[in-house]
């Protein structure tokens, strides 16, 4: 019996858990098959991916129902107005789950230690690089306003700081941004396929891919906000 409404059951659940499910359970596949032909496994590996389809369905619609008109019209220049909302949250995600979450930790920022463990999906050893390669490419689509259907391009924050005209040492500051994210890129693609491999064979690569994605903090949380004139509206007690 179980309950995934429950926020006592939110570890219990998502992309972490079938990762575990799937490739967890044991280091033999016949095993794993064998096991998830019973039905109190089978029935929750079908749950889980249920709720990830209801849950995400859930926040489409209600953008296309509503909140969608609500958001385009509250235009307040403060932090409760959508776009300080939607850029805080955006920078929220970089620095908390993508830098941190799957290179920083693993690699030991932090904690001054490597934890292997700590990689995103860390049971199949095969998505840890890529979730994090789409995250980043993710982040950047965002910013520069990408489409990930049809690849179409629509007003976003670059545009918005080269209306500003906002520079740097005499660059748009969106060239600089655009330039450092595609620098951690170039350095990321060094690491191997499984992250968890990479932080005990050679955890230096991990090390200097979070200082290039560090360097992107810098002028997004110090430039581009300042141009913008918005505010954090998050805590950040690791040192940034």
């Given at each position: 019996?179980?309950?995934?409404?429950?926020?006592?059951?939110?570890?219990?659940?998502?992309?972490?858990?079938?990762?575990?499910?799937?490739?967890?359970?044991?280091?033999?596949?016949?095993?794993?098959?064998?096991?998830?032909?019973?039905?109190?496994?089978?029935?929750?590996?079908?749950?889980?991916?249920?709720?990830?389809?209801?849950?995400?369905?859930?926040?489409?619609?209600?953008?296309?129902?509503?909140?969608?008109?609500?958001?385009?019209?509250?235009?307040?220049?403060?932090?409760?107005?959508?776009?300080?909302?939607?850029?805080?949250?955006?920078?929220?995600?970089?620095?908390?789950?993508?830098?941190?979450?799957?290179?920083?930790?693993?690699?030991?920022?932090?904690?001054?230690?490597?934890?292997?463990?700590?990689?995103?999906?860390p049971y199949s050893g095969i998505h840890s690089k890529r979730f994090f390669t789409e995250g980043l490419d993710s982040f950047q689509d965002f910013f520069n306003g990408e489409s990930s259907i049809g690849r179409s391009e629509g007003t976003s924050l670059r545009h918005y700081l080269d209306q500003l005209g906002a520079e740097k040492d005499g660059v748009l500051l969106s060239q600089l941004i655009n330039d450092q994210?595609?620098?951690?890129?170039?350095?990321?693609?060094?690491?191997?396929?499984?992250?968890?491999?990479?932080?005990?064979?050679?955890?230096?690569?991990?090390?200097?891919?979070?200082?290039?994605?560090?360097?992107?903090?810098?002028?997004?949380?110090?430039?581009?906000?300042?141009?913008?004139?918005?505010?954090?509206?998050?805590?950040?007690?690791?040192?940034?």
């Open positions: 019996e179980y309950n995934l409404g429950l926020p006592s059951n939110y570890v219990a659940q998502g992309l972490p858990a079938i990762d575990y499910l799937l490739y967890g359970l044991s280091d033999s596949d016949d095993t794993v098959v064998s096991a998830l032909s019973a039905p109190a496994y089978s029935n929750y590996l079908a749950d889980l991916i249920n709720r990830l389809h209801d849950l995400t369905s859930d926040v489409l619609a209600d953008w296309k129902d509503s909140y969608k008109e609500e958001f385009i019209t509250n235009q307040a220049s403060s932090a409760t107005g959508s776009i300080d909302k939607l850029v805080n949250d955006a920078l929220f995600y970089y620095e908390k789950f993508l830098r941190a979450g799957k290179i920083g930790i693993p690699a030991g920022v932090f904690s001054g230690n490597p934890i292997e463990a700590a990689v995103e999906a994210l595609n620098n951690a890129r170039t350095k990321a693609a060094e690491l191997g396929e499984d992250l968890q491999n990479q932080v005990a064979e050679d955890n230096t690569k991990m090390l200097e891919t979070y200082d290039e994605l560090q360097k992107v903090v810098v002028l997004l949380k110090v430039d581009m906000l300042q141009a913008l004139n918005i505010k954090v509206d998050f805590v950040d007690a690791d040192g940034d």
